[in-house]
């Protein structure tokens, strides 16, 4: 079971990477940025669990990120992106994840008083 809902869990975290490049191409449309295809079509977004348990997201696209995000214009692009409503909901979809892949990492003599701890840090714009 645990197999299947690791392979579940995978799955959910593209689908999810692909929304929020959705999310890149069509913020970067919309403040007119580009004029060509390659760039809107070349965000890839990365999903990862790390040992320790954070969640790192991961965005790339073909080397234009610096004029998007960090040229002298600074035209916010990740902070549009990550304070849109459409990313919120995807934000619950990543704490369902986050919560089941903690889930599958619980020890098999974790008892309800054992003491639990969550951090949650933000690493953005």
């Known amino acids: 079971m645990a197999k299947r809902l690791k392979s579940k869990l ?16 069509e913020e970067v449309i919309r403040q007119d940025l580009i004029d060509t295809g390659l760039m809107r079509d070349s965000f890839r977004v990365s999903i990862k669990f790390t040992r320790k348990g954070d969640l790192e997201i991961f965005v790339s696209t073909v080397d234009y990120f610096q004029y998007i995000d ?3 214009y600074f035209f916010k692009v990740s902070e549009a992106v990550y304070k849109s409503k459409e990313y919120l909901k995807l934000e619950d979809r990543l704490i369902t994840l986050m919560t089941t892949e903690f889930y599958l990492k619980l ?13 949650f840090t933000f690493t953005g714009f």
């Open 107 to 119: 020890p098999n003599d974790f008892d309800t008083s054992d003491a639990v701890s969550y951090n």
């Open 10 to 25: 995978k799955s959910e975290s593209k689908k999810i990477g692909r929304a929020i490049a959705k999310l890149f191409k």
């Open 70 to 72: 960090g040229s002298p």
